[in-house]
């Protein structure tokens, strides 16, 4: 059985400057990799060395029958210094936006995946104040050079992932358990894409603008429903909150999280299956939970902007992305303004703290080739994107 999707319905596929283009040397992650006593595995290095290799990437993207591509462009490399800015590293950006319309493949466009660049994690990162004008003013430069060609444009990426790994769980840059610094890095985050938001929709180009938003369903024991509620609260209404009046709001659901009567995450339920990679639980149904979440809160027109399993066994891949978008469905069948589904990941890439192990592609790529060899679950989402129906 399939459901044919309303036309216009958006498929795609998904990735992140730091994650692919390889010698990603001039921001902090970079820099967190390389330091002692983080909880990295592995350094980035050569990534999937897309930075050359993008047309490769974008014309496999068009051949397995995607007419989307959601990247990022990397901040440290368009501005390498406070204020300095390379032209050609924003020239280079739109050979990528180019050769993507050239095949066909509409370039949705994160502004901050992640990364910010050294000489801004210097001066302290997310929670200094000024990062909220250095992020629009590269923001303006990059619109100003890049927006005639740009299909859809994400201000920031799961700001509430930088916000709390980085400030709460100390697992991302700058390290840290600052329950203060968390709340001035939050606020600036948000600041940081109201303020982007404005700065998009002004530039050249006329592209949708949203926010993306790392979310799950919530889980807590009897009695924890209201420190559940808090915490929810917290991570992802606080940010969703501020893209009411976007004109979409991304969601990005992998998992669900589950909250004790300490108001403190919990380890995985011991009856649901975990995956490995991860750490966390195979969870699909968190995806239509997130979706009707985003709509109450946003009132915002949503797309999945990313949604995946890092496995190796391709097969659970394709369950899973099933089982996810059999919620996408239930959402529409209720009438909710559902607009797209993009995969994470196309390549298998560099899993930030995880290093590679976690498997995300529909694509593999050699570590040392770089070769990419596409896995059955890239054909297979593919035909479903070429025939615009759900499995
Ligand atoms: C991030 C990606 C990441 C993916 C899988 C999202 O939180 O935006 O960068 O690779 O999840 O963990």
Redesign the pocket.
């Known amino acids: 059985m399939t459901t044919t999707l309303p036309d216009g319905f958006l498929w795609g596929v998904a990735a ?1 400057a730091h ?1 692919i283009e390889g010698g990603n040397w001039n921001n902090d992650w970079w820099a967190w990799e390389h330091a002692p006593n983080t909880p990295c595995l592995e350094v980035s290095g050569d990534c999937c060395d897309s930075l050359n290799r993008y047309a490769e990437d974008i014309a496999l993207i068009r051949d397995l029958g995607f007419p989307s591509y959601r990247f990022s462009i990397e901040w440290s490399r368009i501005e390498p210094e406070d204020g300095e800015f390379s032209i050609a590293a924003l020239d280079y950006y739109r050979r990528v936006l180019a050769t993507c319309h050239e095949n066909g493949v509409q370039p949705l466009v994160t502004f901050h ?2 990364t910010t660049p050294r000489w801004m994690a210097q001066r302290g990162g997310w929670h200094e104040r000024e990062i909220v004008d250095k992020f629009a003013r590269f923001c303006e430069k990059s619109v100003g050079h890049l927006g005639d060609l740009i299909s859809m444009g994400c201000t920031i ?2 700001p509430n ?1 930088v916000s709390m790994l980085g400030y709460l769980q100390g697992t991302f840059p700058p390290g840290l358990r600052d329950f203060k610094l968390y709340g001035q890095a939050s606020e600036n985050l948000r600041d940081a894409h109201t303020r982007s938001y404005d700065i998009l929709k002004a530039g050249p180009g006329d592209f949708p603008v949203g926010l993306t938003v ?1 979310m799950s369903d919530w889980w807590s024991p009897e009695g924890g429903e209201a420190g559940m509620e808090r915490a929810r609260a917290m991570h992802e209404d606080f940010y969703l909150e501020a893209a009411r009046g976007n004109d979409f709001i991304g969601v ?1 659901a ?1 998992t669900r999280v589950r909250i004790g009567l300490d108001g403190l995450p919990m380890d995985p339920d011991p009856d649901v299956p975990v995956i490995e990679s991860m750490g966390y639980e195979y969870w699909p149904q968190s995806l239509e939970i997130s979706i009707r979440h985003a709509i109450d809160v946003t009132g915002a027109p949503v797309y999945v902007t ?1 949604n995946g399993i ?1 496995i190796g066994d391709d097969e659970t891949r394709v369950k899973f992305v099933t089982e996810s978008l059999q919620g996408v469905e239930r959402c529409l069948a209720d009438g909710l303004d559902v607009r797209g589904y993009i995969y ?2 196309l390549l298998d890439n560099f ?2 703290a995880e290093g590679y192990k976690p498997l ?1 592609g529909l694509v593999q790529v050699d570590r040392e080739t770089f070769v990419r060899t596409p896995k059955p679950s890239a054909a297979w989402l593919g035909a479903l994107a070429k025939a615009n129906q759900l499995p």
């Open positions: 992140a994650q995946h992640f990426n799961e992932v790392s990005q992998y990313e890092g994470w990941s899993e930030w995300f």
